[in-house]
């Protein structure tokens, strides 16, 4: 009968303390993987709380593998050799097993990149012709285990770093926000001076309040764009206002003096000076929520001057619309 031994490791208390992941959950799949192989299983091995770029105990190179001392160093492990996975490879050195079992590759080893221990491990499963088989369907034989193992944790490790960096990154970009930091492309009225620092563009700060007084005084919006194109002053985008443009101003809470932190709540912005009187940005505000209008008007019958008369008081374009007799 063919004889196995199991490995399993937890880097932490969190992931000992969850069943999924947890030493005797481990040991219990590998144990079924066994039993289903028709496997004798010899010896049953785990480290607890060790980080998988740890070397076996005894192992000479984790003396001189410098990446990996200086991560376990840097993460300040208390001990930084693993006694279980040393008594696993000495059951399988003396010839007593010829199978590895483990949940999955990074239970066995997890190394840092450029480090020795990369090769480490699939030259001894070389050396002691060991077959290493995970719970999640992978089998290796021996002499695959170069081949095999070494792109896949090159692979894991590239992943783990992007990853890292990627949180990283997020985690900052939260932490910005959260002090009230506006950290996007400056918005219309303001110019960037430098990172996360912006100030007011005295070219359009007047025209920003021109818009805003104007429409909290009740003013149509479509009025004030053709005020502004007739003047020939172009839009954030260089063309002439259309509606949409200013009703982007008016729901933008930065005119507000406002900004949304990581968890989508408005809290107040500290790095844009005030363009807009507050209560004139909120009463304007106001204005063009009480006009929204999610209705829009659809007329069966089609007439001459529909689209070309436009509106003496706002300057849009008009539209037939039908009522019933109730609505006269």
Same mark, same amino acid.
């Given at each position: 009968?063919?004889?196995?031994?199991?490995?399993?490791?937890?880097?932490?208390?969190?992931?000992?303390?969850?069943?999924?992941?947890?030493?005797?959950?481990?040991?219990?799949?590998?144990?079924?993987?066994?039993?289903?192989?028709?496997?004798?299983?010899?010896?049953?091995?785990?480290?607890?709380?060790?980080?998988?770029?740890?070397?076996?105990?005894?192992?000479?190179?984790?003396?001189?593998?410098?990446?990996?001392?200086?991560?376990?160093?840097?993460?300040?492990?208390?001990?930084?050799?693993?006694?279980?996975?040393?008594?696993?490879?000495?059951?399988?050195?003396?010839?007593?097993?010829?199978?590895?079992?483990?949940?999955?590759?990074?239970? &066995?080893?997890?190394?840092?990149?450029?480090?020795?221990?990369?090769?480490? +491990?699939?030259?001894?499963?070389?050396?002691?012709?060991?077959?290493?088989?995970?719970?999640?369907?992978?089998? +290796?034989?021996?002499?695959?285990?170069?081949?095999?193992?070494?792109?896949?944790?090159?692979?894991?490790?590239?992943?783990?770093?992007?990853?890292?960096?990627?949180?990283?990154?997020?985690?900052?970009?939260?932490?910005?926000?959260?002090?009230?930091?506006? +950290?996007?492309?400056?918005?219309?009225?303001?110019?960037?001076?430098?990172?996360?620092?912006?100030?007011?563009?005295?070219?359009?700060?007047?025209?920003?309040?021109?818009?805003?007084?104007?429409?909290?005084?009740?003013?149509?919006?479509?009025?004030?764009?053709?005020?502004?194109?007739?003047?020939?002053?172009?839009?954030?985008?260089?063309?002439?206002?259309?509606?949409?443009?200013?009703?982007?101003? &008016?729901?933008?809470?930065?005119?507000?003096?406002? +900004?949304?932190?990581?968890?989508?709540? &408005?809290?107040?912005?500290?790095?844009?000076?005030?363009?807009?009187?507050?209560?004139?940005?909120?009463?304007?505000?106001?204005?063009?929520?009480?006009?929204?209008?999610?209705?829009?008007?659809?007329?069966?019958?089609?007439?001459?001057?529909?689209?070309?008369?436009?509106?003496?008081?706002?300057?849009?374009?008009?539209?037939?619309?039908?009522?019933?007799?109730?609505?006269?």
């Amino acid at each position: 009968m063919t004889k196995a031994v199991i490995y399993a490791r937890v880097s932490s208390t969190s992931e000992a303390d969850d069943k999924s992941t947890s030493i005797p959950n481990q040991t219990a799949n590998c144990e079924a993987l066994a039993e289903r192989m028709g496997y004798e299983v010899v010896g049953t091995f785990y480290d607890k709380n060790l980080s998988g770029r740890a070397y076996p105990t005894g192992a000479a190179e984790a003396e001189t593998d410098i990446p990996t001392i200086n991560y376990l160093v840097n993460k300040k492990q208390s001990k930084q050799t693993r006694d279980g996975l040393a008594e696993a490879l000495g059951v399988l050195r003396l010839g007593k097993a010829s199978v590895l079992i483990v949940r999955d590759i990074t239970r &066995l080893y997890r190394p840092v990149g450029n480090s020795t221990f990369m090769v480490w +491990i699939p030259n001894q499963l070389s050396a002691y012709n060991t077959t290493l088989m995970t719970c999640d369907g992978q089998t +290796i034989p021996p002499a695959q285990a170069m081949a095999w193992l070494i792109p896949h944790m090159i692979g894991i490790v590239n992943d783990s770093e992007i990853k890292k960096r990627t949180l990283f990154s997020k985690e900052k970009i939260n932490e910005l926000i959260d002090s009230g930091l506006w +950290i996007s492309k400056a918005p219309y009225g303001w110019v960037r001076k430098k990172k996360h620092t912006y100030k007011v563009d005295k070219s359009v700060a007047p025209i920003i309040n021109r818009i805003f007084s104007e429409v909290a005084k009740g003013k149509p919006i479509m009025a004030v764009c053709k005020d502004l194109n007739e003047e020939k002053i172009p839009s954030p985008q260089g063309k002439q206002w259309r509606r949409h443009n200013i009703m982007r101003m &008016l729901e933008s809470n930065v005119y507000q003096g406002k +900004i949304r932190n990581s968890k989508e709540r &408005l809290i107040d912005c500290t790095n844009l000076q005030q363009i807009v009187p507050l209560d004139v940005a909120k009463k304007a505000y106001k204005i063009r929520k009480a006009n929204k209008t999610g209705k829009n008007w659809e007329c069966k019958n089609e007439y001459l001057l529909t689209g070309i008369l436009y509106c003496g008081n706002c300057g849009r374009k008009m539209y037939a619309n039908t009522m019933s007799a109730g609505d006269a």
